[in-house]
């Protein structure tokens, strides 16, 4: 089955300065890639989401790329701030368009932000 | 449109005992997916219900069932509860179709096994 493997366990960045996560997938069938947020006690919230038609996608000060090839995939979130303290996970499927499909998780990245 | 909603928010039950977790898919969604989450992990995938049928499963054993009703929400069943067992469980409802694929999570179940 799918692996996904997510790097830093834990990320520790002054706030103004941008933070990386990556993740690497096994299976080259996968097709859809989103990263959650997850603050203490709450549920994981889809912040955004790349297909493997497409490399690179922003929102404002997140963007996600994507390497088919290598197998990777990246958040990157400029000018961080403290509400952007949380755990973050990658995630992939492959999405057949029947429903969803079940999603593979990273083991998650602390992120802290420093004042 | 209200977001997918879980009950009960905690259980506490015994080692051996049955529980029933419950689940109302966003509205407009379809497919209802599950997961186990542990303290300090990632969630994992233990199966997804789309039109009321399983299509899907991860590696969890069949003492965790499931059901998915007409109106999209759903039940996760465990017998035989183990002390493992214990963690927090999210559902997740998403539209299907070519615009699918994004999966909405509940707040969770944090369920206790003693």
């Known amino acids: 089955g799918e692996n996904v493997e997510q790097h830093p366990s834990t990320l520790s960045v002054q706030e103004g300065d941008s933070a990386v996560i990556k993740c690497t997938y096994s299976d080259s069938a996968s097709n859809y890639f989103p990263w959650y947020k997850q603050e203490l006690g709450k549920r994981p919230q889809l912040i955004i989401d790349?297909?493997?038609?497409?490399g690179e996608k922003k929102d404002q000060r997140i963007a996600v790329t994507l390497n088919k090839t290598a197998k990777h995939f990246s958040l990157h979130i400029t000018e961080t701030q403290p509400e952007d303290s949380a755990v973050y996970f990658c995630?992939?499927?492959?999405?057949?368009?029947?429903?969803?499909?079940?999603?593979?998780f990273g083991k998650g990245t602390h992120l802290i932000i420093q004042p | 449109e209200t977001g997918v909603t879980q009950s009960p928010t905690h259980l506490i039950k015994t080692r051996g005992q049955q529980v029933t977790l419950r689940c109302s898919s966003q509205?407009?969604?379809?497919?209802v997916s599950w997961y186990q989450q542990a303290l300090g992990q990632g969630p994992q995938f233990i199966f997804q219900y789309y039109r009321e049928e399983e299509n899907g499963r991860g590696n969890f054993p069949p003492r965790f069932s499931g059901l998915q009703f007409p109106n999209y929400s759903s039940e996760l069943n465990v017998n035989a509860l183990e002390l493992d067992d214990s963690a927090l469980y999210l559902c997740a409802s998403s539209p299907g179709g070519l615009a699918g694929g994004e999966q909405f999570f509940g707040p969770g179940t944090r369920l206790t096994v003693l």
């Open positions: 995630a992939s499927t492959l999405y057949s368009g029947g429903g969803a499909d079940g999603l593979t």
């Open positions: 509205s407009g969604h379809n497919t």
């Open positions: 790349i297909r493997s038609n497409v």
